[in-house]
């Protein structure tokens, strides 16, 4: 059985001191309650002082972002082996903010995953449609295109070694949620794709979580669908007390 994941991404939010306070909150609150994989990706510069406090806790690492290259001439980049260094097991690859703002494209966000991948952190990857798409009805459409440019040439073993995060672009901090039946719909039709392109046991075993303004009153109906395996968190995992209902649903 699939344990549930759940995982924070604070964005550009915190200081190393309030990331450091949130970390030691969250550690006591977790203190024998393993139930859930629990992961918080805070911002770059708070990421090693963070990782100091979550020793030997349970509670995982996660980065929001890395670059492609191992090493070189890129101003304001890190690496995948900066992450490993600064405590990083897991990093969040293509969010929708990254695709948007940053202009990263399905060939980018592959390159990074197989960066990733190669220093031996965990991707969670990021796949959804804007409004538009989903009002003409490419939902599905766009999503397999994701997946299948994203995943471009890894292997089974490196599908083994990733999560797939689900977030509909139009219900990221807009307070929207997809319906618990719209996202299980699409986590179906994810499981289908894995499983046409490497196999039934991949279909059955890889993590779909799903992310969009989830928050403590939507999480128990999205949990409930049989292929939501988790949330990726936005706002609501900034504060300790929303955080800890959500991760015990």
């Known amino acids: 059985m699939r344990r549930p994941f759940i995982a924070g991404n604070w964005k550009m939010h915190k200081t190393i001191r309030e990331a450091v306070d949130f970390a030691n909150q969250l550690k006591n609150a977790q203190r024998g309650y393993d139930e859930r994989e629990v992961v918080i990706a805070p911002p770059f510069p708070a990421l090693y002082a963070v990782a100091e406090v979550l020793m030997e806790s349970g509670i995982r690492l996660s980065a929001q972002n890395l670059h492609e290259k191992p090493e070189g001439a890129y101003t304001g980049e890190v690496s995948a082996g900066m992450l490993i260094d600064a405590g990083c097991e897991y990093v969040i690859v293509g969010h929708s903010e990254r695709r948007a703002l940053f202009g990263e494209k399905n060939d980018v966000i592959n390159r990074k995953l197989k960066a990733a991948l ?77 499983g046409k392109a490497y196999g039934g046991d991949v279909s059955v075993d890889i993590a779909v979580i799903y992310g969009g303004s989830v928050n403590p009153g939507n999480i128990g109906g999205l949990m409930a669908q049989e292929d939501i395996d988790g949330a990726l968190v936005g706002g609501a995992s900034l504060d300790i007390d929303s955080f800890v209902r959500i991760i015990r649903f």
């Open 118 to 194: 190669s220093f031996g952190l965990r991707p969670i990857f990021c796949i959804g449609e804007i409004l538009e798409e989903r009002e003409e009805g490419r939902t599905f459409a766009v999503v397999e295109q994701q997946i299948k440019e994203g995943l471009n040439n890894l292997t089974t073993d490196d599908i083994r070694h990733l999560l797939i995060a689900y977030e509909p672009v139009w219900a990221i901090g807009t307070g929207k949620t997809a319906t618990p039946e719209q996202a299980q719909e699409v986590h179906v039709f994810i499981r289908d794709v894995m």
